[in-house]
């Protein structure tokens, strides 16, 4: 038997090495780690000369050499070249399938003359040393990366895949490759876009299928008007941090005071965590001239509630806590839990914020039921397809738009017309410049 070293920057490319060398019917003997790459000490037969070993040796060698030794294809679990397909499908099926046992080299009578004797003679006190647990140790963080890589391999192959499907679908239908842009430019979701294209009609020009499908955007997109002003009762107004709530409940209030009176409104201040949060609101009660409270936990609201129970509008101003943040849970409890009156709830949501932010936000909020949304800082906004498309996604009614600081006059019912028409004037005014500059940073690449 020669033994024989191998490197390489990987397991792989190592493997890779003695099978080109050595054959499959290679031994590994043992693997080492090193800064630089992997090592491997691989073992081949060469038949030892029988007649220079005693007769006793002689059967020991034949008696070890009837066993066929592990080859390498065994080792790695590989039969040959595979193709891409079937790299892949290993991969996905790897995940399933428990690590193989740990492989044993095969035991063979060393000749008593051989090349290079001191680097087998320390190889063999190596393997033979190692522990049974730091081997299958060392094999499992081979698998391991030699999954990893394909894995990475895999996810290249379908965005390529992907890419070129998408390439296709754009040569055979370029109208339809041309809308979706304008789609996820105006800032409608990928998804959204897609399902509002599949009913756009074949045979129409660019400027009719445009038309039509803000037309069919305007029908999905579900909107109340006036509706809290509209129905007396209590209205709690949740939300994160820095949305607006505080000033869209001033707005409320002084715009109910007005259309009912000032003794037929009240605010309860659930935010006692802010500073400054009970005074501001204190100083915007005082200036419409409507009461003014701070509820501490459940009972204190209720208590409150009772209290305020002949008035025609009653807004809670909740605190606002990021989504990640647990004070958030311990709020929707204390909204739960009381259950002697009927509270209206709605999601105040800052209209020019990221998608995916906003879909978080609906999702940790529908833990109460959301009668709606109000949509704030409008006047922000560059774009707000975005905004429209969490709203149809989830099917949620937007009631109010709020643009600017002016209490109480920035604060409109929700339009469907105004949002869409809004939307799609905010694209022409952004969103060609947009391309434009992306057309300059390509090119400039190009050169």
């Known amino acids: 038997m020669k033994i024989r070293r191998f490197y390489g920057k990987d397991m792989r490319e190592a493997l890779k090495k003695v099978k080109d060398e050595l054959g499959g019917e290679a031994v590994i003997m043992s693997n080492k780690k090193h800064a630089d790459g992997i090592e491997i000490i691989a073992a081949y037969d060469k038949e030892p000369d029988e007649q220079l070993l005693p007769k006793k040796d002689q059967l020991k060698v034949q008696a070890n050499l009837s066993r066929p030794p592990p080859t390498l294809s065994e080792i790695i679990g590989d039969s040959g070249p595979d193709s891409l397909k079937a790299l892949l499908e290993k991969q996905s099926q790897s995940a399933s399938t428990s690590i193989p046992k740990e492989v044993r080299p095969v035991s063979v009578v060393q000749p008593q003359v051989y090349s290079d004797s001191a680097i087998s003679a320390s190889s063999h006190a190596h393997y033979s040393s190692q522990p049974n647990n730091q081997q299958n140790n060392q094999q499992q963080d081979a698998l391991k990366e030699m999954r990893q890589e394909l894995s990475s391999l895999r996810h290249i192959l379908q965005f390529q895949v992907s890419g070129l499907i998408e390439q296709e679908k754009n040569r055979k239908h370029p109208l339809h490759g041309y809308l979706l842009q304008r789609l996820q430019q105006m800032g409608i979701s990928d998804n959204l876009a897609e399902e509002v294209l599949s009913y756009a009609p074949e045979s129409a020009d660019e400027r009719q299928s445009w038309l039509f499908l803000l037309k069919l955007l305007a029908n999905r997109l579900q909107t109340k008007h006036d509706d809290i002003l509209s129905q007396p009762g209590v209205v709690a107004l949740m939300g994160p941090t820095g949305v607006g709530k505080t000033t869209t409940i001033a707005k409320l209030a002084a715009q109910a005071a007005h259309k009912f009176g000032v003794d037929q409104v009240a605010i309860i201040t659930l ?169 300059i940073n390509n090119a400039a690449v190009a050169v």
């Open 271 to 439: 935010d006692n965590y802010r500073i400054g949060a009970y005074e501001q609101i204190a100083t915007y009660g005082k200036i419409i001239g409507c009461s003014v409270k701070q509820a501490q936990n459940s009972n204190e609201l209720s208590d409150l509630l009772h209290q305020f129970r002949n008035k025609r509008l009653v807004l809670v101003d909740t605190a606002g806590f990021s989504q990640k943040d647990a004070r958030l849970i311990k709020q929707l409890d204390t909204m739960k839990q009381n259950t002697r009156v009927n509270i209206r709830h709605y999601l105040v949501m800052q209209a020019n914020c990221q998608y995916r932010v906003m879909q978080q936000t609906v999702n940790e909020y529908r833990q109460i039921s959301l009668q709606g949304c109000i949509l704030t800082k409008l006047d922000e906004c560059y774009s707000l397809g975005e905004v429209i498309s969490v709203a149809i996604e989830n099917k949620l009614q937007i009631c109010y738009l709020a643009d600017g600081q002016r209490v109480p006059e920035d604060l409109q019912s929700a339009s469907t017309k105004f949002l869409i028409t809004s939307a799609a004037k905010l694209y022409k005014k952004f969103g060609l410049i947009h391309n434009r500059a992306n057309d």
